[in-house]
């Protein structure tokens, strides 16, 4: 299996996508009415693909999945640049932190860090903090889902892709339980062409997570939901 999406649901999907795709110079893929995708390649060896899909609603006040970025050559170049393209400065309480808070322009919060070792060979997207009730727990269950590594970092957990390169997911502590409403971002894994579908199912429910039946119509894919109740989707392997 594959980390292949990171899932952005957006008013505006074309809008938001483009702002994404500037703001980490991504390659546009498809530029379609409910949905607009575009690559983020960090050399030859690691690439995700950020998928913006028509969901109308307003980002929850505290999101369970967010970007941070790379602070590039210059951290206040960089946030000048991203407030330039359409983010704003946003006050989630941090208080005095050597990161800046931004919204997006639908209002999604992101974080644009300050240099950090560990973050040396992610690219512009450096890290995806996923909110945990147990970050242990759900970095081995992670770890199994994507074949990404365990690494040492600042966080309880972080999780790397085998080439040693793009963002890092780091299992985070929560805040407050999940609640029913659904994440506004989520991550898709594809499964690999000798992945038994019915196998990674009971995988994931021996590992602590549940499928979802969500009324949304016939779906080519399954939807799923980890330990700590953060959802995402298996995709089909590729024909």
Known sequence: MDLENLVVDAADPRRLGRFWEAALGCTPLTDEPEGYETRLAVGDAFALDLCFQRVPGRPPSGPR????LHPGADQARTVDRLLGLGARPLDIGQGDVPWVVLADPEGNAFCVLEERPVHARTGPLAALPLASAAPRRDGAFWAW??????????DPVSLRHPSGRGPLLELVPERAAKGAAKNRLHLDVRLGPDDDPGAIAAGIAARGGRELHPDWGALPWRVFADPSGNEFCVLPARA
């Open 65 to 68: 999945l967010h970007p941070d």
């Open 145 to 154: 889902l994507t074949g990404w590594e365990s690494m040492p970092a600042v």
